[in-house]
């Protein structure tokens, strides 16, 4: 909503200027996002008489003679739109025109021009460039066109909120502008319509609900050609453009009261009737942008006895719209069912000014106020006679009363508002306020301080209606700036669920570990899981899909952070960022089921996919900061598992069991499966040199998925300390020789079997194959440290937990001990 | 039982005096002194000769002994002091490293901007007393829409522009099932869930049906909390407004708050906060006492139970605490946007 000042401040002037203004509307409620001074800097421009009219040689220009009622000035001009005795604008030389444009004596074609003839869009008034701006025949000879047309003006544009519908009208917001400032209210006298069924065109409404209320208004005799200039300055000032007199007396009407005014042409309207109803099926109308529209059974439309002549509430249409040679005009002034008019607003994709109103409510009770505003200037500069109003309001309604608990506010707002500045305050927006009768809300003896006020909101302001509406008014109204800060107490510790807790604490230590954190879109296209190689029966194909996703390439829920991960990572590669360990924190969506249900859907219970969260890994390149003294190193798979490793470990958990495996898209001899405690929880591996070739990624890219709810499901788990004993510990190593392709985790688990549980540390420090130790064969050594709670170990302990070790390797992986010193200490300084 | 002649411990003093004057290194003086008094050395030896010899004389060439260690010792200390400067001076000199040689770090990671901005977020929330409780991103139109007052033919659902999903179950009707525009819907889970009192804060991941620009993504991230509680007013959504704008944005932020429109609080209020580091007013986030309609839907009693609500975007105050002027940083995942948190 633009609000020009001078229009503004024909109803209230509380002398501030456009910026203070702004900022008291803006802290009241309306926004202010700009201020506008759209035809400020006009100067030296004045209303001059055209006396003749003659040629410039060799060219189509003419040379006009006009005169300022003072002294005359030859101007060259380029139109030929007006006559002699037209009053137009000139520009004198030392003008300017908005813009700082600066108009100076030249010479043109050997002749000189004293100045410049104006058009109206020269002047930043409408948009009409086709000639120059013919003023009215009673315009002031020889005024400053700035002074006149208050060119200078200040333009408010305000952002209005959906329950503010008030404050689409010059009138709702000088209400405000009063209220908020203290000054006083002028709102011009309405002059009285004669009302009656004179009219001679009855009307009819179909629904009630959706047209509560219609007006119309016969004016006859009416002389369409161009408003006065004032009137065409106001409209453009507010962003319209000037039509007609008859039009933009509607416009200003509708801009003034908030009231969208339509103007039919009499003669046009077929049958003398108008039907308030729904369009009925295969209905068309051709509204007046010219486009011709398909009806709906759902679209409000006005029909006369040809059939629908407008869609109500949204525009008019073509057939009965008004034009020169018009004489004789219906002015509708209505008010229609948000509901109603925002269905077709938004199916014909059709937002107009007047939509614009109704959506955010009209109310019934001040139609006649649209219809007398319009009538009144209709007639003033187009001339003509008011012949009747009928109006047509089938069930009137009266405001409501809402009882007020002015000590419920108090302790709402937090703020200490007697009763009598409450009152105050909301009389100041034109409400009603008695003291009601002393028994509250079913039949409740009041409370000693509970004082009860009966608040009849204004006309209109539609939008109060129940007891906190008023709230915000009386908060609003005082100052939210007056409302004290205040901490409540909750009364108990805040904080997060123990599995956020733990998740945060995974995505902190794999940031630390040198992993960065990842957000992806979660959406997927239906190529990307062929991408992956999931076979068609895996259950990561079952997705949700989106009704009108953002492309066809984003039309499924994620049923895997890959996809979004592995693009994120080729993304970074292709930008040259050749070493990349991403990790990304998200929920994947799945067809629930009973294992996995979904979210609970409410009360229609309406089935939800389960969301179960995922941890997701990619890295390709390096994985450790490249230094200039050390060779660089390649992620491989046990960057992956540390990652892993540290995820469990930053959430207190043992270690992960770690089992080679395969998994579609992944590498199927560079593949592991971890579990925790016997569950599941995830695969990370090198990817399949076909899953690269398909998705486009670096060689010997790695990734995996854990399920980070299961690990963090029960939160951080508490650790149970291990107090070191103070008598030292007895260290040794064993190597231990095994057939090659026994996994690692298995030959650990039988020499921590073998150790017994006195043993405190068990690490892999050497990995050794070679010809001495037999084709098919592998040496794996460890150092390991026991230590026994009750005592001090010796040599006899070690040669004991040694034979037992010897005996479970020979058991569960059919192994036996290295003895050859060589190889041994080969690997001491390894150890060490 | 023979007597062998007294050894003589003079001749190693001079010994020791060259030989000490002839070191040139700590090294070479260590050696010297490890062969004239350690456990091996010359003047060791002469020690052991002490056993064969009688009282007197033992006492006699004891005592030059210890004369001749005390000297020696002596000599040592003066030539090591001189070879310790000269080592000060000339090998710690030589044994110079550049220092601006890069540090030897493990790699970088980092948090994203948008989870680490959650984390300051609910850091703060916890601090006031509020937990922190997450919800489906598929929602139902229920739970997204009409518990929050916002009825099938509301003029608000203009402004949300919602990405549909299709039911799960297919006898669920079309257009119940969506992907939730705001974290707005765990409030009435918590309360359906739960009584008064209420503290959350809510942070999770939004969706709109927009195209991405500098100012949109179709995919965000919202924190919105709940109070409710006996007796809780617009001063305790102020007072704790301007804690949180405090706990992010530095003790010199302050908020401003304007009258505003939603359809599941009133009083509404949009709030600005003074940014220091701004150095203006920016919006900041809605905010409101929760409508009655809103709690009668989740079971409360409003003439029990009052409270407030706020949501705000995370990418919007993520953006003003570091400095970031295009949405589209967030949704990029760039390595080099990231390098700098």
């Given at each position: 909503?633009?609000?020009?000042?001078?229009?503004?401040?024909?109803?209230?002037?509380?002398?501030?200027?456009?910026?203070?203004?702004?900022?008291?509307?803006?802290?009241?409620?309306?926004?202010?996002?700009?201020?506008?001074?759209?035809?400020?800097?006009?100067?030296?421009?004045?209303?001059?008489?055209?006396?003749?009219?003659?040629?410039?040689?060799?060219?189509?220009?003419?040379?006009?003679?006009?005169?300022?009622?003072?002294?005359?000035?030859?101007?060259?001009?380029?139109?030929?739109?007006?006559?002699?005795?037209?009053?137009?604008?000139?520009?004198?030389?030392?003008?300017?025109?908005?813009?700082?444009?600066?108009?100076?004596?030249?010479?043109?074609?050997?002749?000189?021009?004293?100045?410049?003839?104006?058009?109206?869009?020269?002047?930043?008034?409408?948009?009409?460039?086709?000639?120059?701006?013919?003023?009215?025949?009673?315009?002031?000879?020889?005024?400053?066109?700035?002074?006149?047309?208050?060119?200078?003006?200040?333009?408010?544009?305000?952002?209005?909120?959906?329950?503010?519908?008030?404050?689409?009208?010059?009138?709702?917001?000088?209400?405000?502008?009063?209220?908020?400032?203290?000054?006083?209210?002028?709102?011009?006298?309405?002059?009285?319509?004669?009302?009656?069924?004179?009219?001679?065109?009855?009307v009819s409404i179909a629904d009630p609900d959706r047209c509560p209320r219609f007006s119309?208004?016969?004016?006859?005799?009416?002389?369409?050609?161009?408003?006065?200039?004032?009137?065409?300055?106001?409209?453009?000032?507010?962003?319209?453009?000037?039509?007609?007199?008859?039009?933009?007396?509607?416009?200003?009407?509708?801009?003034?009261?908030?009231?969208?005014?339509?103007?039919?042409?009499?003669?046009?309207?077929?049958?003398?009737?108008?039907?308030v109803r729904?369009?009925?099926?295969?209905?068309?109308?051709?509204?007046?942008?010219?486009?011709?529209?398909?009806?709906?059974?759902?679209?409000?439309?006005?029909?006369?006895?040809?059939?629908?002549?407008?869609?109500?509430?949204?525009?008019?249409?073509?057939?009965?719209?008004?034009?020169?040679?018009?004489?004789?005009?219906?002015?509708?002034?209505a008010a229609f069912s948000?509901?109603?008019?925002?269905?077709?607003?938004?199916?014909?994709?059709?937002?107009?000014?007047?939509?614009?109103?109704?959506?955010?409510?009209?109310?019934p009770?001040?139609v006649?106020?649209?219809?007398?505003?319009?009538?009144?200037?209709?007639?003033?500069?187009?001339?003509?006679?008011?012949?009747?109003?009928d109006d047509v309001w089938p069930q009137p309604a009266?405001?409501?009363?809402?009882?007020?608990?002015?000590?419920?506010?108090?302790?709402?707002?937090?703020?200490?508002?007697?009763?009598?500045?409450?009152?105050?305050?909301?009389?100041?927006?034109?409400?009603?306020?008695?003291?009601?009768?002393?028994?509250?809300?079913?039949?409740?003896?009041?409370?000693?301080?509970?004082?009860?006020?009966?608040?009849?909101?204004?006309?209109?302001?539609?939008?109060?209606?129940?007891?906190?509406?008023?709230?915000?008014?009386?908060?609003?109204?005082?100052?939210?700036?007056?409302?004290?800060?205040?901490?409540?107490?909750?009364?108990?510790?805040?904080?997060?669920?123990?599995?956020?807790?733990?998740?945060?604490?995974?995505?902190?230590?794999?940031?630390?570990?040198?992993?960065?954190?990842?957000?992806?879109?979660?959406?997927?296209?239906?190529?990307?899981?062929?991408?992956?190689?999931?076979?068609?029966?895996?259950?990561?194909?079952?997705?949700?899909?989106?009704?009108?996703?953002?492309?066809?390439?984003?039309?499924?829920?994620?049923?895997?952070?890959?996809?979004?991960?592995?693009?994120?990572?080729?993304?970074?590669?292709?930008?040259?960022?050749?070493?990349?360990?991403?990790?990304?924190?998200?929920?994947?969506?799945?067809?629930?089921?009973?294992?996995?249900?979904?979210?609970?859907?409410?009360?229609?219970?309406?089935?939800?996919?389960?969301?179960?969260?995922?941890?997701?890994?990619?890295?390709?390149?390096?994985?450790?900061?490249?230094?200039?003294?050390?060779?660089?190193?390649?992620?491989?798979?046990?960057?992956?598992?540390?990652?892993?490793?540290?995820?469990?470990?930053?959430?207190?958990?043992?270690?992960?069991?770690?089992?080679?495996?395969?998994?579609?898209?992944?590498?199927?001899?560079?593949?592991?499966?971890?579990?925790?405690?016997?569950?599941?929880?995830?695969?990370?591996?090198?990817?399949?040199?076909?899953?690269?070739?398909?998705?486009?990624?670096?060689?010997?890219?790695?990734?995996?998925?854990?399920?980070?709810?299961?690990?963090?499901?029960?939160?951080?788990?508490?650790?149970?300390?291990?107090?070191?004993?103070?008598?030292?510990?007895?260290?040794?190593?064993?190597?231990?020789?095994?057939?090659?392709?026994?996994?690692?985790?298995?030959?650990?688990?039988?020499?921590?079997?073998?150790?017994?549980?006195?043993?405190?540390?068990?690490?892999?420090?050497?990995?050794?194959?070679?010809?001495?130790?037999?084709?098919?064969?592998?040496?794996?050594?460890?150092?390991?440290?026991?230590?026994?709670?009750?005592?001090?170990?010796?040599?006899?302990?070690?040669?004991?937990?040694?034979?037992?070790?010897?005996?479970?390797?020979?058991?569960?992986?059919?192994?036996?001990?290295?003895?050859?010193?060589?190889?041994?200490?080969?690997?001491?300084?390894?150890?060490? | 039982?023979?007597?062998?002649?007294?050894?003589?411990?003079?001749?190693?003093?001079?010994?020791?005096?060259?030989?000490?004057?002839?070191?040139?290194?700590?090294?070479?003086?260590?050696?010297?002194?490890?062969?004239?008094?350690?456990?091996?050395?010359?003047?060791?030896?002469?020690?052991?000769?002490?056993?064969?010899?009688?009282?007197?004389?033992?006492?006699?060439?004891?005592?030059?002994?210890?004369?001749?260690?005390?000297?020696?010792?002596?000599?040592?200390?003066?030539?090591?002091?001189?070879?310790?400067?000269?080592?000060?001076?000339?090998?710690?000199?030589?044994?110079?490293?550049?220092?601006?040689?890069?540090?030897?770090?493990?790699?970088?990671?980092?948090?994203?901007?948008?989870?680490?901005?959650?984390?300051?977020?609910?850091?703060?929330?916890?601090?006031?007393?509020?937990?922190?409780?997450?919800?489906?991103?598929?929602?139902?139109?229920?739970?997204?829409?009409?518990?929050?007052?916002?009825?099938?033919?509301?003029?608000?659902?203009?402004?949300?522009?919602?990405?549909?999903?299709?039911?799960?179950?297919?006898?669920?009707?079309?257009?119940?099932?969506?992907?939730?525009?705001?974290?707005?819907?765990?409030?009435?889970?918590?309360?359906?869930?739960?009584?008064?009192?209420?503290?959350?804060?809510?942070?999770?991941?939004?969706?709109?049906?927009?195209?991405?620009?500098?100012?949109?993504?179709?995919?965000?991230?919202?924190?919105?909390?709940?109070?409710?509680?006996?007796?809780?007013?617009?001063?305790?959504?102020?007072?704790?407004?301007?804690?949180?704008?405090?706990?992010?944005?530095?003790?010199?932020?302050?908020?401003?708050?304007?009258?505003?429109?939603?359809?599941?609080?009133?009083?509404?209020?949009?709030?600005?906060?003074?940014?220091?580091?701004?150095?203006?007013?920016?919006?900041?986030?809605?905010?409101?006492?929760?409508?009655?309609?809103?709690?009668?839907?989740?079971?409360?009693?409003?003439?029990?139970?009052?409270?407030?609500?706020?949501?705000?975007?995370?990418?919007?105050?993520?953006?003003?605490?570091?400095?970031?002027?295009?949405?589209?940083?967030?949704?990029?995942?760039?390595?080099?946007?990231?390098?700098?948190?």
């Open positions: 909503m633009r609000v020009p000042l001078s229009w503004l401040h024909r109803s209230v002037d509380p002398g501030l200027s456009a910026e203070q203004l702004a900022s008291t509307l803006t802290l009241g409620g309306l926004v202010v996002e700009a201020i506008h001074r759209p035809t400020a800097g006009t100067r030296g421009v004045v209303v001059a008489r055209v006396e003749a009219i003659g040629p410039v040689p060799s060219s189509k220009l003419s040379l006009v003679d006009v005169y300022d009622g003072r002294e005359h000035h030859e101007i060259v001009c380029g139109a030929s739109n007006f006559a002699v005795g037209d009053l137009v604008p000139a520009a004198l030389p030392g003008a300017t025109l908005p813009g700082a444009v600066r108009i100076e004596r030249r010479t043109i074609r050997n002749v000189v021009s004293n100045g410049m003839l104006a058009s109206a869009r020269e002047l930043g008034v409408g948009d009409d460039h086709r000639g120059i701006w013919v003023l009215e025949a009673d315009a002031p000879l020889g005024a400053d066109l700035s002074e006149w047309l208050e060119l200078d003006d200040a333009v408010l544009d305000l952002e209005i909120n959906p329950d503010r519908g008030y404050a689409l009208s010059i009138f709702g917001v000088a209400h405000d502008v009063a209220a908020l400032t203290g000054a006083e209210l002028r709102l011009p006298e309405l002059p009285s319509l004669p009302l009656g069924t004179a009219t001679g065109v009855p119309l208004t016969r004016i006859e005799g009416v002389a369409v050609g161009p408003s006065p200039a004032w009137l065409q300055r106001r409209l453009a000032a507010a962003g319209m453009r000037p039509i007609s007199n008859v039009v933009d007396a509607t416009n200003h009407a509708m801009l003034e009261t908030g009231h969208p005014v339509h103007a039919y042409d009499l003669v046009r309207l077929a049958g003398a009737r108008i039907d729904q369009a009925a099926t295969g209905e068309t109308v051709v509204t007046l942008d010219g486009v011709q529209r398909a009806l709906d059974p759902g679209d409000l439309v006005i029909a006369d006895a040809s059939g629908p002549v407008g869609l109500a509430g949204v525009m008019g249409g073509a057939s009965t719209e008004v034009d020169e040679t018009t004489t004789d005009v219906l002015l509708e002034v948000p509901t109603a008019v925002l269905r077709t607003a938004r199916r014909l994709k059709l937002f107009t000014e007047a939509s614009s109103r109704f959506e955010k409510t009209v109310p009770q001040t006649l106020r649209g219809a007398a505003r319009c009538a009144a200037l209709l007639t003033h500069v187009a001339g003509g006679r008011i012949i009747a109003t009266a405001r409501e009363v809402i009882r007020l608990r002015t000590d419920r506010v108090r302790r709402h707002l937090g703020m200490d508002l007697p009763d009598q500045r409450q009152a105050e305050l909301l009389e100041s927006i034109e409400c009603r306020v008695e003291p009601s009768a002393q028994v509250a809300e079913g039949g409740r003896a009041l409370e000693p301080n509970e004082g009860l006020l009966a608040v009849t909101p204004p006309d209109y302001r539609p939008d109060l209606r129940i007891e906190v509406d008023l709230d915000e008014e009386i908060a609003r109204l005082h100052g939210y700036e007056q409302i004290p800060e205040r901490v409540p107490c909750s009364g108990r510790a805040g904080g997060r669920r123990p599995a956020h807790a733990a998740r945060r604490r995974v995505r902190e230590a794999l940031a630390g570990a040198g992993w960065t954190e990842a957000i992806t879109f979660p959406f997927i296209g239906p190529n990307d899981l062929d991408a992956l190689g999931l076979p068609p029966d895996d259950p990561r194909r079952q997705t949700v899909a989106l009704v009108n996703p953002l492309s066809q390439e984003e039309s499924r829920l994620r049923t895997s952070l890959l996809p979004g991960l592995l693009r994120a990572l080729r993304r970074n590669v292709n930008r040259q960022a050749a070493d990349v360990a991403m990790f990304e924190v998200g929920a994947v969506f799945l067809p629930p089921t009973p294992q996995e249900p979904g979210a609970d859907g409410g009360a229609d219970g309406i089935t939800l996919p389960a969301e179960p969260l995922l941890l997701g890994l990619a890295a390709c390149g390096h994985f450790e900061a490249l230094r200039h003294d050390r060779p660089a190193r390649p992620a491989d798979l046990a960057d992956l598992l540390g990652a892993a490793d540290t995820a469990r470990r930053a959430v207190g958990l043992p270690l992960l069991e770690v089992a080679a495996g395969t998994e579609p898209g992944y590498h199927p001899g560079r593949t592991a499966r971890l579990s925790l405690e016997g569950t599941a929880i995830g695969v990370v591996g090198e990817l399949h040199p076909r899953t690269i070739a398909a998705l486009q990624l670096p060689a010997r890219t790695h990734a995996g998925e854990l399920r980070l709810d299961l690990l963090t499901a029960e939160g951080v788990r508490l650790a149970a300390a291990v107090v070191p004993d103070a008598r030292p510990p007895l260290r040794f190593d064993v190597a231990v020789l095994i057939a090659a392709d026994v996994p690692a985790a298995a030959v650990e688990a039988a020499v921590r079997e073998g150790a017994g549980p006195s043993l405190s540390e068990c690490r892999l420090f050497d990995v050794f194959t070679g010809p001495q130790l037999g084709e098919g064969r592998k040496s794996l050594a460890y150092a390991l440290r026991l230590e026994a709670g009750d005592g001090a170990l010796n040599e006899i302990d070690e040669q004991a937990a040694i034979t037992s070790i010897e005996q479970a390797v020979a058991r569960r992986v059919d192994g036996r001990l290295r003895r050859d010193d060589s190889a041994g200490a080969a690997a001491q300084d390894q150890r060490r | 039982m023979s007597q062998a002649p007294p050894a003589n411990p003079e001749p190693l003093l001079d010994e020791g005096r060259e030989r000490f004057a002839a070191a040139s290194s700590l090294d070479e003086l260590d050696a010297a002194k490890a062969s004239l008094v350690g456990r091996r050395g010359a003047l060791t030896a002469v020690q052991r000769t002490l056993g064969g010899l009688d009282e007197r004389q033992r006492r006699d060439v004891g005592a030059r002994i210890n004369a001749v260690r005390a000297a020696l010792a002596e000599l040592e200390e003066q030539r090591r002091a001189v070879l310790t400067e000269e080592r000060d001076r000339v090998v710690l000199a030589a044994e110079a490293v550049d220092v601006t040689l890069p540090a030897r770090t493990a790699r970088r990671g980092s948090l994203h901007p948008i989870h680490e901005t959650i984390d300051a977020m609910v850091d703060v929330m916890a601090n006031l007393g509020f937990t922190a409780v997450e919800g489906p991103e598929v929602e139902t139109d229920w739970f997204n829409f009409q518990a929050m007052n916002i009825p099938v033919d509301h003029p608000a659902r203009g402004m949300h522009d919602t990405i549909y999903v299709q039911p799960p179950n297919p006898a669920d009707p079309p257009g119940s099932v969506l992907l939730r525009t705001h974290t707005s819907p765990m409030q009435t889970r918590t309360m359906l869930a739960q009584g008064p009192p209420v503290y959350i804060a809510v942070p999770g991941r939004t969706y709109r049906q927009e195209t991405a620009d500098a100012t949109h993504l179709p995919v965000f991230h919202q924190m919105e909390c709940l109070a409710v509680d006996e007796g809780l007013s617009f001063a305790d959504l102020r007072g704790t407004l301007a804690e949180l704008c405090r706990g992010l944005f530095g003790p010199g932020a302050r908020i401003r708050m304007r009258p505003d429109h939603y359809p599941f609080t009133e009083p509404s209020a949009d709030v600005d906060a003074w940014v220091p580091a701004v150095g203006d007013w920016v919006e900041l986030l809605g905010s409101g006492m929760v409508h009655p309609n809103v709690l009668r839907m989740a079971g409360y009693d409003p003439e029990q139970s009052s409270g407030f609500a706020f949501g705000m975007g995370v990418e919007r105050v993520a953006m003003l605490r570091h400095g970031i002027d295009d949405l589209r940083s967030f949704a990029d995942n760039d390595l080099r946007f990231f390098s700098s948190f």
